[in-house]
């Protein structure tokens, strides 16, 4: 018998995808009355296998499944799977506004993976290059940057565990005299007189606000939105998904009574 592979949970959408470059219905959708038909039965039918991959994907990319059933605007009903393939989406039915699930990873990035992760040759011997010091501390801001971002994301904390696992892996790879002056740095900064707490000045107690159900229903449209901007922020989408995501939620938090605002530090 044939057990589940790492490819079983992508083949609809592999399958998906030959099914569209072989029937081309960008080309269709240019033609005659009868081609540009055809073309919506290529695209109703592509778009019920991606409901289906959203599916069968969903154990092994929750995530990412459930931003496509977001976009696919797919029925709770309709998550399920079938013996026999079945359009879950009937016509007439309205998606939400698509956009790419994976960032493109360029050249530049895909050099500054390789230099992060290639570690170095036993038989090297010496010091290093400064270009590979240089490149190597870059690396290491690059990666504390994005510690302290999900510290401030309040990211679970095994995500953030292995990416400081990473940083100090980046940082035993520096130079021995580098790595004593990070050392001495930490020290001086410790020994430094810390400045004396100003007394909080009291200020007017802010008035109450009554939580109408309308008021209620704004801040939970608001908590969703924001979930969501987190959601394709950790699937790493295009930037302008997710600036387009933070506008909605800014929007959302502009219609809030002053009170409730947050005010400017």
Request: net charge positive; proline share 10%.
């Given at each position: 018998?044939s057990?589940?592979?790492a ?9 998906g ?8 219905p ?22 019920n296998?991606?409901?289906?991959l959203?599916v ?9 499944a ?22 879950f989406?009937?016509?007439?039915h ?6 790419p ?20 040759d ?11 010091v ?11 940057n ?27 790879k ?6 004593q ?37 704004l ?13 394709v ?7 302008s ?7 909605i ?17």
């Amino acid at each position: 018998s044939s057990g589940i592979n790492a490819e079983w949970p992508l083949r609809p959408g592999k399958i998906g995808n030959q099914y569209l470059q072989y029937n081309t219905p960008w080309v269709l959708a240019k033609g005659s009355a009868q081609d540009k038909a055809r073309a919506g039965s290529v695209i109703g039918l592509a778009v019920n296998v991606a409901a289906l991959l959203s599916v069968v994907a969903s154990p092994y990319m929750p995530t990412i499944a459930r931003i496509l059933q977001e976009h696919l605007n797919l029925p709770k009903d309709r998550k399920l799977l079938v013996k026999q393939f079945v359009p879950f989406l009937k016509p007439g039915h309205s998606i939400g506004q698509p956009f790419p699930l994976f960032s493109k990873i360029d050249e530049a990035k895909v050099s500054e993976l390789q230099q992060k992760f290639a570690g170095q040759d036993s038989g090297s011997a010496g010091p290093e290059a400064p270009s590979d010091v240089e490149a190597l501390q870059r690396a290491i801001e690059a990666q504390g940057n994005k510690v302290r971002q999900l510290k401030t994301d309040k990211a679970d904390p095994g995500v953030i565990q292995a990416e400081v696992k990473v940083l100090l892996d980046l940082k035993a790879k520096l130079p021995p005299e580098l790595q004593q002056n990070n050392k001495n740095n930490k020290t001086n900064n410790k020994n430094k007189p810390q400045p004396k707490p100003q007394p909080k000045v009291q200020g007017t107690p802010a008035p109450k606000v009554t939580i109408t159900p309308e008021l209620a229903a704004l801040q939970k449209q608001i908590e969703v939105q924001g979930n969501k901007v987190r959601e394709v922020k950790a699937a790493g989408v295009e930037k302008s998904v997710i600036e387009a995501e933070v506008k909605i939620l800014l929007d959302l938090k502009a219609k809030l009574p002053p009170e409730l605002q947050p005010q400017p530090s």
